[in-house]
């Protein structure tokens, strides 16, 4: 369960990181908000975030930071699609967007780290390799199909490729948005479902660690 779990969130986030990046070039094409201001903020939430991660990973647990992680970047990317022609929207969504996809890249990592100390409780073996292995071959995928989906989204709303930047419809940049995040804003959804039912949380799962710990211990450090 707690692998099947990981799974959808790593999936997710490589599509959204994939989307993020291919987006975030039309997005700049159509709208008028300024790119040093848009990146500043996106940076400043980034640092800022990766700060608060750090700070609140101890107390609150991955599974409580990883749920938070995702229902606010839910809720940005929401808010991109329907009001992200706005510069001042759009400026604050760019800060806690960097503040979320930081925590991502922080926070994942560890939480394979969990499942791979979970799989030697059980059956006693370290097993990295072949989790980074199936984990590989599921998020492959995810970049091919951000890109397709982009593309297609954008179409949809009558997108026109021909056309130089900043000439689009109304409907075809209000399409950009929703082309750009309201997948990503389903996928995270998606993540805070699945997040509740993640088990390696809680005192039992603290013991079962702290006995890997010592385990692991170099017998001159007792």
């Known amino acids: ?43 400043l939430g980034a640092v800022l975030g990766i700060i608060l991660w750090i700070k609140k990973f101890n107390t609150w647990g991955i599974k ?33 967007a960097g503040a979320c996809f930081a925590g991502s890249m922080y926070l994942v990592p560890i939480m394979m780290g969990d499942i791979n100390d979970y799989d030697e409780h ?19 995928p995810a970049i091919s199909l951000a890109n397709s989906a982009f593309i297609m989204i954008a179409k949809w709303f009558g997108y026109d ?3 130089k930047a900043g000439m689009q419809s109304a409907m075809a940049k209000q399409g950009v948005l929703v082309a750009w995040m309201a ?24 013991a079962i660690k702290k006995e890997i710990e010592e385990k692991h211990k170099p017998a001159d450090a007792e």
Do not use: H
Request: charged letters at 10%.
């Open 161 to 163: 490729t021909t056309l």
């Open 64 to 96: 409580k930071c990883l749920s938070l992680m995702s229902i606010v970047f839910a809720v940005v990317g929401g808010i991109i699609c329907v009001l992200g022609q706005y510069m001042p929207v759009a400026i604050v969504a760019f800060f806690f």
């Open 1 to 43: 369960k707690a692998f099947i779990v990981f799974e959808i969130l790593s999936f997710s986030l490589v599509f959204i990181q994939t989307i993020l990046l291919q987006g975030i070039v039309y997005y700049f094409d159509e709208f008028p908000t300024p790119m040093y201001f848009a990146y500043g903020s996106l940076g």
């Open 122 to 140: 059980l059956t006693g073996m370290r097993r990295e390799g072949m989790y980074a292995g199936v984990n590989s071959l599921i998020t492959k």
């Open 183 to 206: 997948i990503p804003a389903l996928l995270l959804v998606m993540c805070f479902i699945g997040l509740r039912f993640y088990p390696l949380a809680g005192e039992k799962w603290n």
